[in-house]
């Protein structure tokens, strides 16, 4: 199986984070891939701007010493995103959403706007 990583996720994760339970590390370690977007990386770029998140090693790196892949944006994306319903008033969570609808990927999140997207999820 393919994962991608809802951007709270990622930071679980890499934070050790004791809201990232087992069960959701062991799918997670498991991963044939572990996909994490860089729609995530502008999300994080955008919070520590504005103070709202403090991490000290460059996003790239993190994802990098995670053993896991960058998922870049593509036009497919864009597409996906275009035709997305409104459910979620997020930006980056419908890119989110979109990317993996086109990939055919199943999405770890704990955000249950998630929802009614049609995509496979892994809830943490």
């Known amino acids: 199986m393919t994962?991608?990583?809802?951007?709270?996720?990622?930071?679980?994760?890499?934070l050790d984070s004791a809201r990232l339970k087992l069960p959701v590390?062991?799918?997670?370690?498991?991963?044939?891939?572990?996909?994490?977007s860089v729609v995530s990386a502008?999300?994080?770029?955008l919070?520590?701007?504005l103070g709202r998140l403090k991490i000290e090693e460059p996003f790239a790196s993190m994802i990098?010493?995670?053993?896991?892949?960058?998922?870049p944006l593509s036009f497919a994306h864009v597409e996906?995103?275009?035709?997305?319903?409104?459910?979620?008033?997020d930006p980056f969570d419908r890119m989110l959403i979109a990317q993996a609808r086109?990939?055919?990927?199943?999405?770890?999140?704990?955000?249950?706007?998630?929802?009614?997207?049609g995509v496979p999820i892994v809830w943490v």
């Open 42 to 45: 502008w999300e994080a770029a």
């Open 25 to 36: 590390r062991r799918i997670i370690a498991s991963s044939d891939e572990v996909l994490v």
């Open 64 to 71: 990098t010493d995670s053993g896991f892949v960058e998922l």
């Open 47 to 49: 919070k520590r701007g």
């Open 102 to 117: 086109a990939e055919a990927v199943t999405v770890v999140t704990h955000d249950r706007q998630f929802e009614g997207y």
């Open 3 to 14: 994962v991608l990583l809802d951007t709270h996720v990622f930071l679980w994760w890499r």
């Open 80 to 89: 996906q995103f275009a035709v997305l319903p409104r459910l979620h008033s």
